[in-house]
């Protein structure tokens, strides 16, 4: 199929990914004289800064996730496509999903960023990392088997390795995993095992640099820690992580060196450009960075194609204070809106004036009544921070249909300490827990990365 366009009909606006970048975009041009279609490989939009509750037993999927073609129901100019985009001809004006070509007077590209183990990929098989409702699955399979397998293991070292979760970074992701486990084995599941007890679980979160969460102020990175190390979780900061194989992770301390038994290794150190980066690098000549996030000009496009923007994760902009703007969603919602708004002043024969990102400042939940939060002029931690965080992410849901939805169930894990989505399924059973299949044997390698680079 050949979805072509001739020059009496509306302006013909792709864009490719329907995540907080790309849907956006769609919203703000819901009522634009301008024709849309938001291709997405998944059907549904994913509030990502949530999966981590989806990973914890707290939220099920579909808390998180809302069909794309619902939130769109409503803008009558957009059309949903399903599918995966696999190139882009820049001269033709047209993307590619499959054998179709979709025609473009202007393209949006917010396909977004995906895990990053800094040129260590075989690690991936040992310490997943989070970005799909898929990982979170995963990872939630690997938690709650692990505490099954604690259970009914005799051996107290084999045991003690099953009790044992490594967090690789300190970043916001890998904190507020630290914190759900810790509150997992010393609350919910506390009663629920006669063999083992649980709160002697061992939490370990890795940061390369001297503080965990490097973008807050320092005092709050304190005030994390603390309250962490009070949830029973160990921070280790200026801790290299040199080695991840089966079973084992090696850390580099100061000149030291040492090995971690655990069965349970969660990455939470990285992320790289999704592969569309490299596929406008190709047809386009767009620079990209060592990330392999696009660097585009003032206005979000790509030097010298005017008519394609790239917005979110997958964008590199540089052009506030000489360093690329943080791959968060306010970010990525930002930018989608101001690519709606230029695109719709264009065609009025109006120029805008180059994108400004307004930075409204970072939070992270370390458990239940404890978070921080960062607006800059004012710093929170504790109640009032987690108080304010849960404020937040309930405004940005709002957005969504997942809501009222979402509130409830936090009320009810509030009052119950409960986590109900606690089930353990796919590839179930404990001998296919991919982390306890014993095969692997990876030469060692030896990288000096900081964790959260
Ligand atoms: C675990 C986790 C926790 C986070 N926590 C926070 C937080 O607390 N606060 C915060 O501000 N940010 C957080 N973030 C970051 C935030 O989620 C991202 O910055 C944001 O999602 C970026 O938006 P985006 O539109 O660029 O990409 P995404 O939201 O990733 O969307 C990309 C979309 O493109 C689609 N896609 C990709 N390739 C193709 C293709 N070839 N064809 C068609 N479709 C494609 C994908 O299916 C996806 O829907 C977190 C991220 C993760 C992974």
Known sequence: MVDSHNNNSPHQVVIIGGGFGGLYAAKALAKADVNVTLIDKRNFHLFQPLL????????????????????????????????????????????????????????????GAKHSYFGKDNWEEFAPGLKTVEDALAMRRRIFSAFEAAEKETDPEKRRAWLTFVIVGGGPTGVELAGAIAELANQTLKEDFRNIDTSEARILLLEGMDRILPPFAPELSQAAAISLSQLGVVVQTNTLVTNIENEVVTLKQGEGTREI??????????????????????????????????????????????????????????HQNGKPLPGVAPVAKQEGEYVATTIQQRLKGNTLPPFNYIDRGSLAMIGQNSAVVDLGF???????????????????????????????????????????????????????????????????????????A
């Open 52 to 111: 981590y509750q989806v990973a914890t037993g707290a939220l099920s999927p579909a808390d998180i996730s809302s069909p794309l073609r619902a939130v769109l129901s409503k803008s009558k100019n957009t059309k949903v496509l399903l599918g995966e985009v696999s190139d882009i001809d820049s001269q033709g004006q047209k993307v590619m999903v499959g054998e179709d070509a979709i025609a473009y007077d202007t393209l949006i590209v917010a396909t």
């Open 261 to 318: 038994a655990s069965k349970t290794i969660l990455w939470a150190a990285g992320v790289k450009a999704s592969a569309m980066g490299k596929v406008l690098a190709e047809r386009t000549g767009a620079e990209c960075d060592r990330a392999g996030r696009v660097i585009v000009e003032p206005d979000l496009s790509i030097k010298g194609h005017s008519n394609i923007f790239v917005v979110g994760d997958l964008a590199n902009f540089s």
């Open 378 to 452: 004012i710093k929170l931690k504790g109640f009032f921070a987690w108080l304010f965080w849960l404020v937040i992410h309930i405004y940005f849901l709002i957005e969504f249909d997942n809501k009222l939805l979402v509130m409830i169930q936090w009320a009810w894990n509030y009052f119950t300490r409960n986590r109900g989505a606690r089930l353990i399924t796919g590839e179930a059973s404990l001998g296919s827990v991919p982390i306890d299949n014993g095969s692997s044997n990876y030469p060692p390698v030896n990288i000096k990365q900081p964790l959260n």
